[in-house]
């Protein structure tokens, strides 16, 4: 009587086709592809290098971080602060800074190797923290939509979002699994990446708040106290570096003409209501971003997202509502992930297929727009 083989186990390969990250891995590599394939077309059309698309935007300034620092003193004209590039936090120069002394390469190649690999690993910490509280089925969509969201175009150009979105949606999960000194260490370097990895700190005070008031748990701590600490130290070598406390501050401010408003997602929301008809392009971007970010925020809560999830997903699209000029372009809704997740996790079917349809043909919108047109900035 012969008994029979006991099966083989999955390689690497067949695991990784049957893990909830294959599709959201899958899109988001054909997403970059896409990209840029449309970047070279866009280069050439306009008889510049093969890459000259994707040399833009928020990518220069990162790219003049790198080679040259931070200015001392603050440039100034007519009495204004000038676009420089102390707007830009320093975690993405530095690193670019190390590859590139590294690798002798070019600045740009390093720089969107760097964006689209951080991408990359942002759709996996989203996908992963998400499962941590649903499971695998949802856990795809969400990422999955995630990776086709419109906001992603950045992670085609050279952009700090990978490394921030990384670094929180790790920090969230290690929050979830009461890794207090990893949360703090990643929170640190969001930080130090981003003015939204401040607010990755709310949701380390809440938990901590939470654990010292029901299990007196004195170690949580660690981690609201970690996590700021980055961009506090940023803050300061400006202050030491610039001669000026606010000199991020005062950079927004002159050279970007960005400063926080609490009625400015109101104004845009009426602006577009008065005049329906005759709205600009950033006008209606912002409109359906605002419009998004509220469904977002209210299908978050519905979800009953972890605390700590849903305190960050809120946090930070209000943060970006009430940033003009910024508001909530797809860009920094994208930063706001929580709510992305809630869209993922709410549906299913074919109301989700039509979302992630929808999601997948304005991320090519938003792409063709970014490297294009200066007419919106991204």
Not at 107 to 136: M, N
Not at 189 to 201: E, W
Request: net charge positive; charged share 10%.
């Amino acid at each position: 009587m012969s008994l029979d083989a006991p099966p083989r186990p999955p390689s690497r390969r067949e695991a990784f086709r049957r893990s909830f990250l294959f599709w959201p891995v899958v899109a988001y590599a054909a997403a970059r592809v896409t990209t840029s394939a449309l970047a070279v077309v866009v280069s050439l059309l306009g008889h510049r290098g093969s890459l000259a698309a994707l040399d833009r935007w928020d990518g220069v300034w990162f790219i003049r971080a790198a080679q040259y620092g931070w200015p001392t003193p603050l440039p100034m004209v007519d009495g204004h602060v000038a676009q420089n590039t102390t707007a830009f936090f320093p975690l993405l120069p530095l690193i670019l800074r190390g590859f590139n002394a590294a690798t002798s390469g070019s600045f740009l190649i390093v720089g969107l190797i760097l964006s689209a690999v951080t991408g990359l690993t942002a759709v996996i910490a989203v996908g992963l923290v998400t499962r941590h509280f649903t499971d695998d089925e949802r856990a795809r969509r969400a990422a999955l939509l995630f990776a086709l969201f419109p906001g992603t175009f950045a992670f085609s150009l050279i952009y700090s979002e990978g490394f921030t979105i990384t670094l929180i949606a790790f920090g969230l999960l290690a929050l979830l699994k009461k890794r207090w000194w990893l949360a703090g260490l990643l929170g640190l370097l969001a930080s130090a990446s981003s003015p939204v990895g401040f607010i990755f700190t709310l949701s380390c005070a809440w938990v901590a708040l939470r654990e010292l008031t029901t299990e007196k748990n004195w170690r949580a701590l660690l981690a609201p106290l970690l996590s700021p600490l980055g961009g506090l130290a940023w803050l300061g070598f400006l202050w030491i570096h610039e001669g000026q406390f606010n000199a991020w501050r005062a950079t927004e401010r002159g050279g970007w003409d960005s400063y926080p408003s609490l009625v400015y997602p109101f104004h845009i929301l009426w602006v577009v209501i008065r005049h329906p008809l005759s709205p600009t392009l950033t006008g209606v971007i912002l409109f359906l971003g605002t419009i998004a970010g509220i469904i977002g925020g209210i299908l978050a809560i519905k979800e009953r997202q972890p605390a700590p999830v849903l305190i960050y997903g809120i946090a930070a699209a209000v943060f970006a509502a009430i940033a003009a000029p910024v508001g909530l372009r797809p860009r920094f809704l994208m930063l706001a992930f929580p709510l992305v997740i809630a869209v993922g996790t709410r549906y299913r079917g074919m109301t989700y297929r039509v979302i992630l349809a929808s999601s997948a043909l304005l991320l090519v919108v938003m792409s063709a727009q970014a490297l294009w047109s200066n007419a919106v900035f991204p």
